[in-house]
């Protein structure tokens, strides 16, 4: 099991930034990669960001230039680093750690946090 938690959110003018961390415990030596997603009231929950455990990184093409994900595997932590924020930004944020497990693919979750963008 890997437990992650989310924090960094809250209300921003449209144009700042947030720094979002994941604190990630457990078994985190069976993970993969880890992620943000989001989730818009309404809408699907989507990929924000993913670094793997070599450091590759990749991004939406919705926050590529704007946003950084990176990780500090001493602490256990992921980092989002959103700048130049808009309002369609606004969502629900979560952690996301990925294992391929030898009986199969695992996906963990945090309990989200809320960032909100106004204009």
């Known amino acids: 099991q890997v437990q992650l938690v989310e924090s960094g959110g809250g209300l921003v003018q449209a144009g700042g930034s947030l720094r979002l961390s994941c604190a990630a415990s457990?078994?985190?030596?069976?993970?993969?990669?880890m992620g943000w997603y989001r989730q818009a009231p309404g809408k699907q929950r989507e990929l924000v960001a993913r670094?793997?455990?070599?450091?590759?990184?990749n991004y939406a093409d919705f926050v590529k230039g704007r946003f950084t994900i990176s990780r500090d595997n001493a602490k256990k932590l992921v980092y989002l680093q959103m700048n130049s924020l808009k309002p369609e930004d606004t969502a629900v944020y979560y952690c996301?750690?990925?294992?391929?497990?030898?009986?199969?693919?695992?996906?963990?979750w945090g309990q989200g946090t809320q960032v909100t963008v106004s204009s």
């Open positions: 457990g078994s985190i030596f069976s993970v993969n990669a």
């Open positions: 996301n750690a990925h294992s391929n497990r030898p009986w199969g693919p695992q996906d963990y």
């Open positions: 670094i793997t455990s070599s450091s590759d990184t």
